[in-house]
């Protein structure tokens, strides 16, 4: 059995996405961007507080929801994970602290 990549989660929320609204969660989070963002929030949320807790079980469960969420934003923006993975992979090439003093805020 092959890992579980974010690729794949990518091409799940892609074929959701497509399927009628009234069948899939997914399909109803891209219909309605502001709520797919607010869940992200929420999930991120949720995980750093997990976080802050030391509670490991409940941070892989909320880290797997923010994943899953951001991805559904991501497809609702039409960003694909390929362009973020590259936006980090520019970052990393240089220190934190450089990319930090390099961004226009």
């Known amino acids: 059995m092959t ?3 974010l690729d794949d989660l990518e091409r799940i929320v892609a074929a959701r996405a497509a399927a009628p609204p009234d069948g899939s969660y997914t399909a109803r989070l891209v219909a309605d961007p502001a ?6 929030g929420e999930e991120a ?3 750093a507080i997990a976080a802050v807790q030391g509670d490991r079980g409940a941070l ?5 929801d923010v ?3 951001l991805l559904v934003v991501l497809h609702a923006g039409g960003v694909p994970l390929q362009d973020v993975l590259a936006e980090l992979q520019r970052r990393t090439a ?6 930090k003093a390099s961004r226009k805020e």
């Open 45 to 47: 949320v949720e995980a």
């Open 60 to 64: 892989a469960a909320e880290a797997a």
């Open 94 to 99: 240089q220190s934190g602290l450089a990319e």
């Open 35 to 40: 709520r797919a963002a607010k869940k992200l």
């Open 67 to 69: 994943l899953y969420h």
């Open 3 to 5: 890992p579980f990549a």
